[in-house]
């Protein structure tokens, strides 16, 4: 792509993480602030980096696009930010206190919660992105892991690897009620959606 493109994806970057913001704070019903999103075009050898290394434990929530825009779109993030989020959200819904555990151990409530978190995020930015290009696009069935980073991006990696080596990383940092929360957003349209989206933008 060229820079006019890279510009225009950094664009949708900063705009799908507001609306993830948006949707966060509705979840959890409190005010979510959004830091600058920080938006580039990465290997996913870099990506792995970035998140802390190969062997680096974290949450990755995949979801398949369906509708005229296909792909995929990952949700990432560390093991203290994934607790520190179920327990925002069912602390807010069910008045829940969550026991220490081991780093990585998620009762089957917190993943629940994790899940339809990723969910609502994940939809939100696709639904700004949709609205854009005045296109048909929606998420399907989420799909959550917890394993090292090297792992959880080889599943994108290989799927994508025949067409593109590179994937649209949006790093986002929310803060709510002082609690600061790092994930990130890894958007893989297929090579003939990433046509239609530059072409629904203008800059094909």
Not at 14 to 28: C, D, E, Q
């Amino acid at each position: 792509m060229n820079a006019m493109q890279l510009d225009v994806f950094k664009e949708i970057g900063n705009i799908g993480s507001s609306s993830a913001a948006t949707a966060l704070s509705k979840i959890v019903d409190k005010r979510v602030t959004l830091s600058l999103p920080r938006v580039q075009i990465l290997k996913f050898n870099e990506i792995t980096k970035i998140v802390g290394g190969e062997e680096t434990l974290v949450i990755g929530i995949l979801q398949p696009m369906q509708g005229d825009l296909t792909g995929n779109i990952m949700f990432l993030l560390g093991l203290k930010e994934a607790h520190d989020l179920a327990s925002l959200l069912l602390t807010q819904m069910l008045n829940y206190e969550r026991s220490e555990s081991e780093p990585g151990v998620f009762t089957e409530m917190e993943t629940s919660a994790l899940r339809e978190i990723g969910n609502i995020m994940i939809s939100a930015y696709l639904g700004s992105l949709s609205g854009m290009i005045n296109t048909n696009m929606r998420p399907s069935i989420p799909y959550m892991s917890i394993d090292m980073a090297n792992a959880i991006l080889s599943v994108p990696a290989i799927e994508f690897g025949k067409v593109a080596d590179r994937a649209l990383f949006i790093e986002s940092k929310f803060s709510v009620d002082g609690v600061d929360i790092g994930g990130c957003f890894i958007f893989i349209p297929d090579a003939d959606s990433l046509e239609r989206i530059l072409s629904g933008l203008g800059v094909a």
